[in-house]
């Protein structure tokens, strides 16, 4: 018996789970970098459109439900006025929602074609 090896299987296990949670934390540190790397990297616009993207909706409730509840408390005179601004508010936040949906991905090819000729090195021959 002196010749055979002794494994100590509970030690095994520990080491391949510590080895499973480093590459664990290794992978989460690894994306979390890239998230951030491409927050940094977004333009204004880009923020903007997500932003609105997922907000606008909520605008767009709250400006009606708002206008709809004022007009117990707004002068009949006034109430003209203030339909045609909520209006005037709505149908921008409308517009803008349309050129994300619609042109979004036709401005980031854009934006992207536009940089791709200066982020590429000049070739010498």
């Known amino acids: 018996m002196p010749d055979e090896k002794f494994i100590d299987v509970e030690s095994a296990v520990r080491l391949k789970e510590t080895e499973g949670k480093i590459a664990i934390q290794r992978y989460e540190l690894e994306t979390a970098a890239k998230f951030r790397e491409l927050e940094v990297t977004e333009s204004a616009k880009e923020v903007a459109s997500k932003h609105?993207?997922?907000?606008?909706?909520?605008?767009?409730?709250?400006?009606?439900?708002?206008?709809?509840?004022?007009?117990?408390?707004?002068?009949?005179?006034?109430?003209?006025?203030?339909?045609?601004?909520?209006?005037?508010?709505?149908?921008?936040?409308?517009?803008?929602?349309?050129?994300?949906?619609?042109?979004?991905?036709?401005?980031?090819?854009?934006?992207?074609?536009?940089?791709?000729?200066?982020?590429?090195?000049?070739?010498?021959?």
């Open 52 to 125: 609105l993207a997922k907000f606008a909706g909520l605008y767009l409730t709250f400006l009606v439900s708002l206008f709809i509840f004022s007009i117990e408390f707004v002068p009949a005179e006034s109430l003209a006025v203030v339909a045609g601004l909520i209006t005037l508010v709505v149908t921008n936040l409308s517009t803008i929602l349309k050129h994300i949906v619609e042109y979004g991905s036709v401005d980031k090819k854009k934006e992207e074609g536009a940089e791709a000729p200066s982020s590429k090195p000049p070739v010498e021959e």
